[in-house]
């Protein structure tokens, strides 16, 4: 990860300078001086205005004596957002990758505190970030940012440093999860899963880990048919952080961990395949927040519940027609056994449901439905409680992870009923699919307040958003931070 310092002096100037600059009237935010001008003048003569979404480089002669100088584009002063801010960093980490820029400072303006330099520091590292597990070439590529230092004002130099921890801390759950989503799907087992919530254990973290055989007994036959077909074991994650104080709250963080979905025996097509090690993504954003608890410290009591296997059509595997039986007694009528997610989730919800909790929150990349509808930077919501719907509205909008709410319409609950059990894993045709999906949950999180969170879409990128530079091809880690906050707001 990049090192991060933050000063209020400086001992020598800089090899690459950062700025920010707002559009023209407003000008560079912390004015280099006169040095500043020139550089302003040079670098609209090649169309920088300050626009956000800009960045440029100069190489100053003489007055500044740094090697280069990179301007990042701001907006209208008025409109700079914490959002802004972490694209501006995300397009700085592009930026100084390709100018091969390993060490950069930035003179910080005063008006932005502490969760702006949260959001831009954040951008930094996670625009930075590349998946390189399997790459044997890497020696001539540029390696990016190594090294930053954020100068600020004196007064502000400890809310600085401490802004700066919260989103180191914040990052290296985000970056977990993307390894974990990067990885190839013979990699990252479902045991794997399991081992990285081994290595969280300590202090406040404790673990229960159930597999094959106790998840017999407990009646878990969900989890238990969509993993017959496959040749690896399936487990059900149980990671539990208790505060030292006494928690006004409790909230179960809920993720669906299918490490390779092929579809079953009703197989995708090979295309739509490609990109299914992803189907751990939910999983991946559990782990990544529990990776972080014991350092943020958040005044509220977390069950992190995880519900993996593969979904594979070997010999035995799980058929149309097939009825299973969750852990709180419903059976599940299989018609496709694609839908596998739901399947895992009902026992991950019910069992979830019994931890007694205040509040459930479910991360799923669960239906293509949801990405055809708000596509890769938007994830679908459903929810049986304004109260707890509008807290993870604060928190994703907040982290600038956007959601859109989606309604839980009970019309169409006759669509999951089912001639021979008590529900059917699809709806009847092709309609409100992600909706079906939803209430297909809804079924087993009884009263207990509820948000799901449709992940299909941003959990994974299959090309860059230009607009989103801090979003990275591939697993985007995505609802890693919005959980932190939201847990973090519940203290
Ligand atoms: N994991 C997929 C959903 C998915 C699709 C995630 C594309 C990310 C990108 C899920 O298990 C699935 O296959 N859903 C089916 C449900 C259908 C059979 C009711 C789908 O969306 O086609
Ligand atoms: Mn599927
Ligand atoms: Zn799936």
Not at 18 to 36: H, I, M, S, T, W
Not at 89 to 107: M, T
Request: charged fraction near 25%.
């Amino acid at each position: 990860m990049i090192q991060f310092s933050a000063v209020s002096s400086l001992s020598q100037t800089p090899k690459t300078w950062v700025f920010l600059a707002c559009e023209k009237e407003d000008g560079f935010l912390n004015f280099p001086g006169k040095a500043g001008v020139e550089i302003r003048k040079v670098i609209e003569e090649e169309g920088f205005s300050g626009k956000e979404g800009q960045a440029a480089v100069a190489h100053p002669k003489g007055a500044i004596k740094a090697e280069k100088v990179i301007v990042l584009g701001v907006g209208t002063k008025t409109e700079v957002t914490v959002e802004t801010l972490r694209r501006a960093s995300g397009r700085l980490a592009r930026k100084a990758r390709e100018f091969r820029v390993e060490e950069a400072l930035i003179e910080w303006p005063r008006q932005f505190k502490g969760e702006q330099i949260k959001a831009f520091v954040e951008g930094l590292i996670l625009g930075s970030y590349q998946y390189t597990r399997y790459k044997t070439q890497l020696k001539d590529a540029s390696k990016g940012i190594q090294k930053f230092i954020l100068k600020v004002p004196l007064d502000q130099l400890s809310s600085s440093k401490a802004s700066l921890k919260i989103a180191e801390s914040y990052c290296e759950g985000v970056l977990l999860a993307r390894d974990l989503i990067n990885g190839a799907p013979s990699d990252i087992t479902p045991r794997v899963l399991a081992d990285t919530a081994r290595k969280m254990v300590k202090g406040p973290v404790r673990l229960k880990l159930y597999s094959t055989k106790e998840l017999k007994r407990m009646g878990a036959g969900g989890i238990l048919g969509v993993n017959i077909g496959s040749a690896l074991e399936p487990y059900l994650i149980h990671l539990h952080y208790k505060p030292a104080g006494k928690p006004k709250k409790s909230i179960a963080i809920v993720g669906k961990g299918i490490t390779f979905d092929s579809g079953g025996l009703s197989l995708k097509p090979a295309g739509s395949m490609e990109t299914m090690k992803m189907d751990m993504s939910g999983a991946a954003a559990v782990l990544g927040v529990f990776s972080q608890l014991a350092k943020l410290k958040p005044n509220v009591e977390v069950h992190g519940i995880i519900a993996t296997t593969e979904n594979m059509p070997g010999g035995r595997a799980y058929k149309p027609g097939d009825v299973l039986k969750a852990m709180n007694g419903k059976t599940m009528e299989v018609l496709n056994t694609d839908a596998e997610g739901r399947l895992v989730l009902s026992d991950a919800l019910s069992y979830a449901v019994k931890q007694k909790v205040d509040g459930i929150v479910d991360m799923a990349t669960l239906t293509g439905a949801c990405v055809i509808a708000l596509g890769s930077l938007i994830s679908g919501a459903m929810s049986n409680d304004p109260k707890l719907m509008d807290k993870v509205k604060e928190a994703t909008e907040a982290e600038g992870e956007s959601i859109w709410e989606l309604p839980l319409v009970k019309e169409y609950r006759d669509d999951i009923k089912s001639k021979v059990a008590d529900i059917k894993n699809i709806g009847g045709g092709r309609e409100a699919g992600t909706i079906i999906g939803g209430l297909f949950l809804q079924e087993f999180v009884g009263d207990t307040p509820w948000v799901h969170l449709d992940i299909a879409g941003p959990a994974y990128l299959e090309r860059e958003y230009p607009a989103v530079p801090y979003l990275t091809f591939g697993g985007t880690g995505l609802m890693v931070r919005s959980l932190l906050t939201l847990l973090r707001n519940q203290s």
